[in-house]
Nanobody, 117 residues
Framework: QVQLVESGGGLVQAGGSLRLSCAASGSISIKAMGWYRQAPGKQRELVAVMSGGASSKYADSVKGRFTISKDNAKNTVFLQMNSLKPEDTGVYYC????????????WGQGTQVTVSS
């Protein structure tokens, strides 16, 4: 059984920084790990994703401010968020995409990020 444990959310003023982490435990061959977020009244959206080969993709709204990184040995993904804006507020979810097409993606429980103006 695969479990994702997230940490690092919180309340920060605009312009501040936060670092999220997500550790995946259990037997899994991981194709990609990433972060999504959902603001109140909005759909969940991709923030950043990184493949096993370390190629990464970011939402246009966070490029230049957020950095995704992974520790493959520990199946852990990080999201360094700098220059935070109030519009970055939302629940951030860790996502793990397995190599097997027979498996669905795994999701963390979500961690709240609130940026005050």
């Amino acid at each position: 059984q695969v479990q994702l444990v997230e940490s690092g959310g919180g309340l920060v003023q605009a312009g501040g920084s936060l670092r999220l982490s997500c550790a995946a435990s259990g037997s899994i061959s991981i194709k990609a790990m990433g972060w999504y977020r959902q603001a109140p009244g909005k759909q969940r959206e991709l923030v950043a994703v990184m493949s096993g080969g370390a190629s990464s993709k970011y939402a246009d709204s966070v490029k230049g401010r957020f950095t995704i990184s992974k520790d493959n040995a520990k199946n852990t993904v990080f999201l360094q968020m700098n220059s935070l804006k109030p519009e970055d507020t939302g629940v951030y979810y860790c996502n793990v995409q397995p190599w097997s097409t027979l498996l669905l993606d795994y999701w963390g429980q979500g961690t709240q990020v609130t940026v005050s103006s």
